[in-house]
């Protein structure tokens, strides 16, 4: 069972570590700053901290001694002249220049990959880096796309990209997934991509266009680690799963108490076993009837359980971001933080639930520090 | 010589002392300024070379008008305050 988690807020980012008495939150680095993303790079013990300072813009820090010590790196950067897609939100109609917003994701390369990491930001843009983040390039053939011209934002302004999985066994294949601009994956690292959400279906745009694979909502998407071919998407308007790799994808209705929500986790060694936190929908966004509640099916979604045990079920009106819910390497024991700062840990898969803390800042990342 | 003063909430995050550069705009002298600090750029300008959205930049006393190209004009003797905007939370 993992021992260290990350959680990254609005007000910094805060350490949990697991001792013989049980979870207690330990580091706070980066007081008051908006943390967008952590990640612990499990090959080389590299935590990197992704900043979105009101004023000065995105930094990303690194530290080689669990934070003790941090050191500021680089940033991506878009060319100069770089342009975001007018979209269809534009007031002029012209293309937007691009400029960093945020650092929405950040994963490590493949074992082979020693130094590569990849980052996914809005406005739409994937960078990689070969030197731990001292450099960043703008994967071109991706930015490229013609396709990218109809990306649009979600709940962001822009498009953005906040999921990349590196295939476990084959580092050169990475699917990636942008709100809103679908699910594209590379099998020759990142040289060709090919937008891969056919059967993914968008219930809240003309019906002719209900399953264009280039404009759906993908809100999260995981890959289960022992079947890499199994992905998990939450979507905009529910839950989707693909068996074959991304070549299709079926939609999953059986998630209760609503197939909404941001997050979702699946299990290190039972791709059919996913977790999920449902709300309402849309504008609404809380929980349904003030309960808090984590979804979990074991059966590829066949049928899903309401796990509510330890978990608020009146007046709770917490929602959990995309990056807000992990799994470690065992599937027993899960996290999850919430834009009202509760923090909840299970040591049973779901079961049950302890409450960590209820007064964190705004919750928009937590991550176990795998090894 | 222009002096250029920054915001002191910035030494949360890097030194910034004050500076004494040449320069007939705007853009000259914080260039002149990031000649011997690409980071401190970074933290004023954004990644297309404007100046960040939630900051403004006085030249005597008045705020300036090119916030794309900084190309307002300056005397060898002003004073410019790179500052904070009023926003946050």
Not at chain 1, 191 to 217: F, H, L, M
Not at chain 2, 14 to 38: H, I, K, M, N
Request: proline residues 6%; hydrophobic residues 35%.
């Amino acid at each position: 069972m993992s021992s260290q988690i990350h959680i990254a807020t609005r007000k910094g980012l805060f350490q949990l570590d697991r001792s013989s008495s049980g979870w207690s939150l330990g580091r706070h680095d980066f007081h008051g700053e908006h943390v967008s993303m952590v990640l612990k790079d499990h090959r080389d013990g590299t935590t990197y901290a992704a900043l979105n300072h009101g004023h000065f813009g995105v930094k990303l820090h690194r530290s080689n001694d669990d934070g003790k010590n941090w050191e500021e790196c680089a940033v991506p950067v878009y060319p100069e002249g770089a342009t975001i897609g007018a979209g269809p939100f534009s007031t002029d109609g012209k293309p937007k220049p691009a400029s960093l917003s945020e650092i929405w994701a950040l994963e490590p390369g493949g074992p082979d990959q020693p130094n590569r990491l990849w980052c996914g930001t809005i406005p739409g843009g994937l960078f990689r880096s070969d030197d731990c983040g001292s450099s960043w390039q703008l994967v071109e053939s991706f930015w490229d796309l013609p396709e990218r011209q109809h990306w649009f934002g979600g709940g962001k302004d822009d498009p953005g990209i906040h999921s990349i999985c590196v295939h476990p066994e084959n580092s050169q294949q990475v699917a990636v997934s942008i709100s809103c601009g679908g699910v594209w994956v590379t099998k020759d690292d990142g040289a060709s991509w090919t937008c891969k959400a056919d059967g993914i279906r968008a219930e809240y745009v003309p019906p002719d266009q209900a399953y264009d694979p280039n404009i759906q909502d993908v809100h999260c998407l995981v890959q289960s680690p022992s079947h890499p071919d199994f992905y998990w998407a939450q979507h905009h308007n529910g839950v989707f799963r693909t068996t074959d790799g991304a070549n299709s994808w079926q939609e999953i209705t059986t998630i209760q108490p609503s197939g909404f929500g941001f997050a979702v986790a699946v299990h290190p060694k039972q791709p059919d076993t996913a977790w999920f936190v449902p709300a309402i929908k849309d504008e609404c966004r809380i929980p349904i009837d003030g309960k808090f509640v984590i979804a979990r099916t074991t059966d590829g979604g066949l049928t899903s359980e309401v796990l509510t045990n330890g978990l608020p079920q009146e007046y709770a009106y917490d929602i959990v971001y995309r990056h807000a819910l992990d799994v470690d390497q065992t599937g027993e024991c899960l996290v999850t933080g919430s834009t009202t700062g509760n923090l909840w840990i299970s040591e049973d898969g779901g079961d049950s639930w302890q409450t960590i803390s209820t007064t964190l800042p705004p919750i928009y990342c937590v991550r176990f520090a795998k090894s | 010589m222009v002096r250029v003063v920054f915001t002191p909430n910035l030494e949360r995050h890097l030194s910034c002392p004050e500076a004494t550069v040449s320069g007939d705009s705007v853009r000259e002298a914080l260039d002149a300024v990031f000649e011997t600090d690409q980071q401190l750029r970074g933290y004023i300008l954004d990644d297309q070379s404007r100046l960040r959205q939630h900051m403004v930049i006085f030249v005597d006393g008045k705020t300036i008008v090119d916030r794309v190209h900084l190309s307002d004009s300056i005397s060898p003797n002003s004073e410019i305050y790179v500052m904070q905007a009023l926003s946050g939370g």
